[in-house]
């Protein structure tokens, strides 16, 4: 059975920092791309970074500001968000998905980890 655990979600003060983590058990992803992704009340579920052997892409809205990295030894994909802006506040969703680019339509999900922003 596969599973994404996400962590790392909190509470920050508008240019601050957090750190996402999402660790995957039940197979090896090394072969798949993995990525976040988050919603905020009321707005569909929008495409924030990902990362796999062809590189990693971010979302207009975060570049400069947010890194994606993965450790593939430990099966887990980090979320490095800098100068966070109240924008960002949101359920946070990690996934995966064989190749190299993940998608809403892809199969595996995390939990989701709540991220806010205040000023």
């Known amino acids: 059975q596969v599973q994404l655990q996400a962590s790392g979600g909190g509470l920050v003060q508008a240019g601050g920092s957090l750190r996402l983590s999402c660790a995957a058990s039940?197979?090896?992803?090394?072969?798949?791309?993995m990525g976040w992704f988050r919603q905020a009340p009321g707005k569909e579920r929008e495409f924030v970074a990902s990362?796999?052997?062809?590189?990693?892409y971010y979302a207009d809205s975060v570049k400069g500001r947010f890194t994606i990295s993965r450790d593939t030894d430990k099966n887990t994909v980090y979320l490095q968000m800098n100068s966070l802006k109240l924008e960002d506040t949101a359920i946070y969703y990690c996934?995966?998905?064989?190749?190299?680019?993940?998608?809403?339509?892809?199969?595996?999900w995390g939990q989701g980890t709540q991220v806010t922003v205040s000023s």
């Open positions: 996934a995966a998905a064989p190749g190299i680019l993940v998608s809403t339509k892809t199969n595996y």
């Open positions: 039940g197979r090896t992803f090394s072969s798949y791309a």
């Open positions: 990362v796999s052997w062809g590189g990693a």
